[in-house]
């Protein structure tokens, strides 16, 4: 799996960080979405970028409890999240902080059959670092079920 990373003022802040996923599911809705393995892309852009960001490509088993696009629901640092579904929509909000970085945000992603797509929206930073201000797009397939 390939992650891209971003150096600056020799920090480094992970961008898969960035890519949210949440744990706590509210049960507003009967959700609509269809469950199994999904292929995500997601295309970073915003201000205080030191380079630009190369699209992430990876594939994440999307589940009742994980509806969200997002990698890092075991991070150290990462703040419990609130998952909001209501029928095929999710939304959610984070906040994760390590020695180095610091990052908050939310987003909201539409499940729409086999395809997917959304948006997202985020601070971040760290020690001896500007804040950056990101804008995450995100979009996926369905593939199949998960193993």
């Known amino acids: ?24 599911v509210s049960p507003a809705a009967e959700a609509k979405i269809k469950y199994g393995m999904w292929e995500f892309t997601v295309q970073a852009h915003g201000t205080g970028l030191p380079v630009e960001v190369a699209p992430d490509t990876y594939q994440k088993c999307i589940t009742r409890r994980n509806p969200t696009p997002g990698l890092n629901e075991n991070n150290k640092g990462c703040s419990k999240q609130k998952v909001k579904v209501e029928g095929d929509t999710v939304s959610w ?36 670092m500007p804040t950056m201000k990101l804008q995450l797009k995100y979009s996926g397939k369905r593939l199949g079920n998960c193993p």
């Open 93 to 128: 909000s984070i906040s994760c902080e390590t020695d180095e970085d610091k990052m908050t945000g939310g987003g909201t992603v539409t499940y729409m059959d086999d395809t997917m797509s959304g948006k997202g929206a985020f601070e971040a930073g760290g020690k001896g």
């Open 1 to 24: 799996m390939h992650h891209n990373h971003l150096k600056f003022a020799g920090q480094r802040l992970v961008l898969p960080m960035l890519l949210l996923s949440g744990v706590f």
